[in-house]
Nanobody, 119 residues
Framework: QVQLVESGGGLVQAGGSLRLSCAAS????????MGWYRQPPGNQRALVAT???????DYADSVKGRFIISRDNAKNTVYLEMNSLRPEDTAVYYC?????????????WGQGTQVTVSS
């Protein structure tokens, strides 16, 4: 079993920055991909950014140029650097990882961390 523990959310003024972290613990062979999703109040969860094992990244159009996803493979940790934050970035942010075992692949989710951007 894998556990994902997130940290770094909070309240920030528009234009400010926050950095989210998500660390995986447990026994597994490797992490195939890592990602961040967010769920604004009353809306569905949506992709923010992903990063795969070779370092390639992908971003939602709404965060391109403002957010940066990165990973530390030695620490099994993914980060989301969020800059120039806007009120519309307010949401619960979830990390997700696709983990490889010997004979299968599973997806795991963090518990979520609240990000609130005030205008």
């Amino acid at each position: 079993q894998v556990q994902l523990v997130e940290s770094g959310g909070g309240l920030v003024q528009a234009g400010g920055s926050l950095r989210l972290s998500c660390a995986a613990s447990g026994r597994f062979s490797s992490i195939i991909s890592m990602g961040w999703y967010r769920q604004p109040p009353g809306n569905q969860r949506a992709l923010v950014a992903t990063i795969v094992s070779d370092g390639r990244t992908d971003y939602a159009d709404s965060v391109k140029g403002r957010f940066i996803i990165s990973r530390d493979n030695a620490k099994n940790t993914v980060y989301l650097e969020m800059n120039s934050l806007r009120p519309e970035d307010t949401a619960v942010y979830y990390c997700s990882m696709k983990v490889r075992y010997i004979v299968r692949v599973d997806d795991y989710w963090g518990q979520g961390t609240q990000v609130t951007v005030s205008s």
